[in-house]
């Protein structure tokens, strides 16, 4: 396993511009700009509780909506994981946690399986928080999972808050990956697959 963990991914279209850098061995500081602040509260949760240092520059089409920023931003987040992961060697490769906020609980398991899967259960009491469509955080959880092939879990368990559900699944997606990318001393050299692949 390289010992620098580290990527940067950029990536331009007619609709986003939007550059990621991720040191996966970092202590959880984020610099984030994206013009959306409930969004950049949320990738905040992922960096302080994964201990991943995180910049995202994004400049997107936010005239037209968010839509197109926030599954962008997963997109190149997920291709930036995937370049500092590099071949998985001597990772732990699986990763889960519980993260209450209050009334609200949700579970995210993880397997950075080089398989791209999404399973999302989750009902929002409300469509809306503030002025963010949460519908849209499930677009980011499928840009991240297409692009870190991974298979990901988000289940919220029970909330009567809509920021309270979102932000327990950002914490939980944090915490699952903290586990899911460190490495394991027993498997120096060793890819966790039967495989030897993935």
């Avoid at 499930?138 to 932000?167: C, P, S, Y």
């Amino acid at each position: 396993m390289s010992a620098d963990r580290v990527a940067t991914v950029q990536r331009d279209t007619s609709e986003t511009k939007i550059t990621v850098t991720v040191n996966l061995d970092g202590t959880g500081q984020s610099q984030l700009k994206t013009g959306i602040p409930f969004f950049e509260h949320m990738l905040t949760q992922i960096a302080r509780h994964g201990l991943i240092d995180m910049t995202i520059d994004a400049d997107g089409d936010l005239e037209i909506d968010a839509h197109h920023t926030v599954e962008d931003v997963g997109i190149v987040l997920g291709q930036a994981f995937t370049q500092a992961l590099g071949d998985k060697t001597g990772i732990v490769r699986y990763g889960h946690a519980y993260v209450p906020l209050d009334e609200a609980l949700s579970r995210v398991v993880i397997d950075l399986s080089g398989r791209p899967g999404l399973f999302y259960d989750v009902a929002y009491t409300r469509p809306r928080v503030g002025d963010f469509d949460v519908d849209l955080l499930r677009e980011f959880f499928q840009g991240f999972v297409n692009h870190g092939m991974a298979t990901i879990h988000l289940d919220n368990l029970k909330g009567e808050n809509a920021h309270h559900q979102a932000e327990t699944l950002f914490k939980a997606f944090g915490r699952a990956l903290r586990v899911a990318v460190t490495p394991d001393p027993r498997m120096a050299g060793i890819v966790p697959s039967t495989k030897g692949a993935l």
